[in-house]
């Protein structure tokens, strides 16, 4: 009887981790950064690993993995990058990039994704960062305000905030 019961909770909790994946497939698609925040500026400092703006993401919802491609400059120059992440619960996406990745999905539309990262660095420093990205150049008032509110529950500071509108010069592919 244990075992039937145990049986029917996993199934229960299954199903509803389900519903939580499919909506990650609404990432699948070209995307363009837009807005970034850190906790620590540093981060998102011309040629940091962080000032990324993005491409393409692929997500592959039966292996739970998320492909993300992007752009970063270093002195000038556009270098190609691609990393995995593997959807945990409640869609936390883990990623191994310049240390450990937290990534979460806070909205997301047809037109626009926002979300934010805890990166822990090598040295155990952690920075929370904040990204609104869109499928095209043009974003509405309520879409910067949100990705400002998200930026002040995380706590960073509003100078740390940096528009990528207009800098990216990366090829598109």
């Known amino acids: 009887m244990k075992i039937l019961l145990l049986s029917l909770v996993l199934v229960a909790v299954c199903d509803a981790q389900q519903p939580l994946l499919n909506a990650l497939t609404q990432l699948s698609g070209q995307w363009k950064t837009m807005y970034l925040a850190a906790s620590n500026a540093d981060k998102l400092s011309e040629n940091s690993p962080f000032r990324g703006y ?25 270098a ?19 240390g450990t990745n937290d990534f979460q999905v806070v909205r997301i539309t047809p037109n626009i994704m926002l979300g934010y990262d805890i990166n822990v660095d090598e040295k155990g420093h952690t920075t929370d960062l904040v990204l609104l990205a869109g499928r095209t150049h043009q974003l509405n008032e309520e879409a910067v305000e949100k990705f400002k509110e998200l930026v002040r529950q995380r706590n960073i500071p509003e100078e740390n905030i940096v528009n990528l509108v207009g800098t990216d010069d990366c090829p598109v592919n």
């Open 54 to 78: 993005m491409r393409h993401v692929d997500v592959d919802i039966p292996r739970k993995k998320i492909l993300f491609n992007f752009f970063i400059k270093v002195n000038g120059e556009c």
């Open 80 to 98: 190609k990058k691609s990393v995995m992440g593997t959807v945990g619960l409640n869609n936390v996406i883990h990623i191994d990039y310049e």
